[in-house]
Nanobody, 129 residues
């Protein structure tokens, strides 16, 4: 079972930047065992929403609200996932979660929370106007 630990959250003013990190443990890469990872966020009173995902091969997907402002990246050697968040807005305020699943291929799975079975504890991001 993969364990995930996020870090890097905090409070910033509108227009600022933050970089989130996620460290994965309990996983060993193989050709048929790839770590599929993503970031989600949950604002108060709202459902958990996808933010960005990255395939093992490096291709990425972003949700419209964060397109061109957020960048997801990974260090496969370190089993680490990152989310660089620039031009932050108050509506980005949420708890951010790292998510992962181990599969033979990351391609073809819907970008929803049910596609991931390992979650971090979450890290709070607060953006003030």
């Amino acid at each position: 079972q993969v364990q995930l630990v996020e870090s890097g959250g905090g409070s910033v003013q509108s227009g600022g930047s933050l970089r989130l990190s996620c460290a994965a443990s309990g996983y060993t890469y193989s050709f048929y065992s790839r770590l599929c990872t993503a970031w989600f966020r949950q604002a108060p009173g709202q459902e958990r929403q996808p933010v960005a995902r990255i395939y093992f091969e490096g291709s990425t997907t972003y949700q419209d609200p964060v397109q061109d402002r957020f960048t997801i990246s990974q260090d496969t050697a370190k089993s680490a996932l990152y989310l660089q968040m620039n031009s932050l807005k108050p509506e980005d305020t949420a708890v951010y979660y790292c998510a992962a699943s181990i599969r033979s291929s990351c391609v073809g799975w819907p970008f929803t929370s049910v596609s991931y079975n390992a979650w971090g504890q979450g890290t709070q991001v607060t953006v003030s106007s």
